[in-house]
């Protein structure tokens, strides 16, 4: 996958640049090819190594495509590409090494748009990603296309920690355990929380907790979640790093 003889061609001009991130945990085909070739086609691109590396910089600014590779250190790419379709109409391009049917699909009915194969050419990427820009929604093309533009709503826990608020402005009522788990996730401002983490601090109001609960409950609080508001949790289970939630909060960690 080289950047030798690549000339961006003058028709990808874009009213503004798209914001794509790269999450590719080879450092040297990340920061060395695929990065660099792509700014040169006026993309404005961030790099990231691990999946929760993506989700932190997701809960802090808006991206428009996100090209996932499969094998990761923390998860893998269907996953990932999975939980970000859950979300978000984001657009999602797969890039991998494996060639195979299965994957192929797999990409697919986990939601990316498109599965490209190393070892990439530039400008069929850079063609994909401008493609696949065209069918985003409008409002997804326009938001931040301006440098004061407010970025879209999030959930937000509100009521000192007793209830969520959807985007929409629904309410989610938390009961004692899940507003202790949400306070202690939003506490860490998009950062993972080891389920250690977690527990701990329910087991201060619980005796012979269950590890076990832990899940439970927040399988509970998603189904939940869908339920009450018609919208999915921001919380997003990351393979030997726990939880991570991206909200809004000015509240501190409740006492009951």
């Known amino acids: 996958m080289s950047m030798k003889g690549h000339r961006p061609p003058a028709s990808y001009a874009h009213a503004r ?5 790269v999450l590719e945990d080879n450092a040297e085909l990340r920061q060395q090819i695929l990065l660099p070739g792509l700014r040169d086609y006026g993309f404005r691109v961030h790099g990231a190594g691990t ?49 195979g049917r299965q994957h192929h699909l797999a990409a697919l009915q986990n939601g990316a748009d498109f599965y490209l194969t190393k070892p990439v050419d530039l400008d069929v990427l850079a063609a994909t990603l401008h493609n696949l820009a065209r069918r985003l929604s409008p409002a997804s093309l326009i938001r931040d296309a301006m440098p ?31 507003q202790c788990v949400a306070a202690t996730l939003a506490a ?31 399988h509970r609080w998603r189904r939940k979640a869908i339920s009450s508001t018609g919208e999915a949790l921001p919380l997003i289970t990351l393979r030997g790093n726990g939880y991570m939630l991206a909200c809004d909060s000015d509240t501190s960690i409740p006492r009951i």
Do not use: Y
Request: proline share 6%; aromatic share 4%; hydrophobic share 45%.
């Open 51 to 99: 999946a929760a590396e993506l989700h932190r910089i997701m809960s802090k600014q808006h991206l428009d495509i996100v090209i996932l590779d499969v094998g990761l250190p923390d998860d893998n790419g269907f996953n990932v590409a999975q939980r970000l379709r859950s979300l978000s109409d984001i657009g999602i391009v797969m890039l991998t090494g494996n060639d």
């Open 148 to 178: 004061d533009a407010t970025q879209p709503p999030r959930w937000r826990l509100e009521a000192g920690c007793w209830r969520f608020v959807s985007p929409k402005g629904k309410v989610l009522a938390l009961t004692a355990a899940e």
């Open 188 to 218: 860490e401002n998009g950062t993972p929380v080891s389920r250690d983490s977690l527990i701990q601090a329910l087991a201060l109001k619980v005796h012979n907790f269950d590890p076990h609960r832990l899940e439970m409950m927040i």
């Open 17 to 21: 640049p798209l914001h794509v991130l």
